[in-house]
């Protein structure tokens, strides 16, 4: 199980307290000291869709300029503006199996588990 994301975060900060609570061990991977994976931002993209990567709602977002913004209109674009904006991805990217889930919700995740 891996984990993506920022560790800065709030919900990212719940999410691996949330694990760690229930002994569950997990890799974290931090995309501000090791980058952007492409295959697993893919692989995440063809399973969930990639608008559900963008978080829009967040102040990285909103603070892009607007042409950027515009350009993301599929997955090869938005695949461009997360890589070179990490922080304008959604929180935490969650590996399991295979599997990716976006966000935190304890609710999703107690079941998820």
């Avoid at 800065?8 to 229930?22: G, M, P, S, Y």
């Avoid at 569950?24 to 993209?45: I, N, S």
Wanted: some cysteine.
């Amino acid at each position: 199980m891996k984990i993506y994301a920022i560790p800065h975060c709030n919900t990212v900060k719940k999410a691996r307290d949330w694990l760690e609570a229930r002994g569950l061990t997990y890799e974290f991977h931090d995309y501000k000291k090791q980058g952007v994976p492409e295959a697993a931002l893919k692989a995440a993209m063809q399973q969930l869709g990639w608008e559900a990567l963008v978080n829009r709602a967040g102040p990285t977002w909103r603070k892009l300029p607007e042409e950027v913004k515009a350009s993301v209109t599929d997955a090869d674009s938005a695949l461009q503006a997360l890589a070179a904006h990490s922080s304008a991805i959604k929180r935490p990217l969650l590996e399991r199996d295979g599997q990716y889930t976006v966000g935190f919700s304890a609710d999703a995740w107690n079941k998820l588990f």
